[in-house]
């Protein structure tokens, strides 16, 4: 039986089939693509069969109808749409209502309608996805997988801001998190890895790509979360600053400012793009290299919020089994993992170079601390959409 997964964004749609051959087994991609430029000038779809070369045809997209329409026909062309049995969809904000995944019905599409005020750039377009899929297959069940889901584990006093309390209770002011997926899987992974129950486990994993964030876990329950009511605090992003004092605001509005442009720049032209003119932390390590001091000033802001959080989070926890790295910078940068780690000898973290330095998390967590050091710290390859296969068919061949 087969499971199609779609993150629909802004204007891409990311989707992905998985198998799975028995009930037992475990699930293997068949085809993964992306139409990207939906509601753009100009558009391409890319279509990658598992194990086979990326093809893409360059083509505008109007809007998410016509791009769910090229995903039916990829999936045509590829055979991959033959025993098709559920479509699972990544949404980003299930504010307080949803702690799980959950079967999609006409009510609960309308109740993840009503949280796009808590995240407006990326709840409509899911929606829109939600809306589009459920048309275009109607006869199968379709599911819903939050990244919030994972974090509503938090106690109060973690995820209450110190503001009055009718700012929670008349508009959702709250702590939510995100990439929860991501924090779950890799820390079910990273468990199995260590040959230890989850339950007796405390750990931090960091997912370090585009969008970034800390998560402290104790006993596979999220404890704390480095993003917020949005996904704009905590770590430096790419394009994201993170935590930022909120009278940063008002003094640029102040100043004449637009408070939508405050927005964007906050958004879409902070973080590393902000500091060092690249989002790409390949692109800013060799910068860095060739004696440019904005992109080592971007990366060096962007690993001091990291080693910050992993020293709060070591005291909340009271300790730490094992410190994970994940997503495209954690898994990729080796440069970024020693920067992270190393200043925290004095917290018992350690670091070895030769492991940190070929480390391919591709088959498998890979261990880059010394043997026999507690706390590990260990490279994990992240996979939130196989995870949302996974919820999908538990959903529903229950
Ligand atoms: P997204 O949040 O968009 O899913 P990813 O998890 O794919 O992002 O991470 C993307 C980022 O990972 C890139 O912007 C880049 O900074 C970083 N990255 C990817 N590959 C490498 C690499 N080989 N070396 C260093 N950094 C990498």
Redesign the pocket.
């Known amino acids: 039986m087969r499971v199609l997964v779609l993150n629909t964004g802004s204007s891409s749609v990311k989707y992905e089939v998985f198998t799975r051959s028995d009930a037992a087994g475990d699930l293997s991609s068949v085809v993964s693509g992306l139409v990207e430029g939906v509601g753009e000038t100009s558009g391409a779809v890319h279509v990658t069969p598992a194990g086979g070369a990326t093809e893409t045809e360059e083509r505008p997209v109007a809007d998410h109808d016509a791009a769910l329409g090229l995903v039916v026909d990829a999936l045509a062309r590829t055979g991959a749409d033959e025993d098709l049995v559920a479509v699972g969809h990544r949404v980003v904000h299930g504010g307080e209502d949803f702690t799980a995944p959950t079967l999609l019905t006409d009510e609960v599409v309308a109740r993840i309608d009503e949280l796009a005020p808590l995240a407006p750039l990326h709840n409509p377009p899911a929606v829109a996805g939600i809306r589009v899929a459920r048309r275009r297959w109607g006869d199968l069940p379709h599911v819903a997988v939050f990244d919030t889901a994972f974090h509503t584990t938090m106690p109060p006093a973690v995820y209450r801001y110190a503001v009055p309390e009718d700012w929670y209770r008349e508009h959702g002011v709250r702590r939510f998190g995100f990439h929860g997926t991501s924090h779950r899987y890799v820390a079910g992974a990273a468990a199995r890895f260590l040959d230890q129950p989850l339950e007796d486990l405390r750990l931090v994993t960091l997912h370090l ?3 970034a964030s800390a998560c402290a876990i104790a006993g596979g329950r999220s404890v704390d979360t480095s993003m917020g009511l949005s996904p704009l605090a905590g770590l430096v992003m ?1 394009t994201r600053s993170g935590d930022l004092d909120p009278g940063v605001v008002f003094h640029l509005v102040r100043g004449g400012t637009d408070l939508a442009e405050v927005e964007r720049v906050l958004n879409r032209a902070s973080g590393l793009v902000g500091l060092g003119g690249a ?4 692109v800013l ?1 060799s910068a860095a290299a060739d004696g440019d001091g904005d992109a080592r000033l971007a990366l060096d802001v962007m690993t001091r919020r990291i080693r910050q959080y992993v020293g709060a989070y070591l005291a909340e926890l009271g300790g730490l089994d094992a410190l994970v790295f994940t ?3 954690g898994e ?2 080796a440069a970024t993992r020693a920067e992270v780690v190393e200043p925290l000898g004095h917290l018992g973290l350690r670091l070895d170079p030769e492991a940190n330095g070929h480390a391919d998390a591709g088959d498998g967590p890979v261990r880059i601390s010394p043997p026999g050091v507690t706390p590990a710290v260990l490279v994990v390859a992240t996979a939130e959409e196989a995870t949302i296969a996974a919820d999908t068919l538990a959903i529903v061949e229950t």
């Open positions: 790509g585009n969008g790419g989002n790409d932390v390949r390590r997503a495209g910078i990729h940068d």
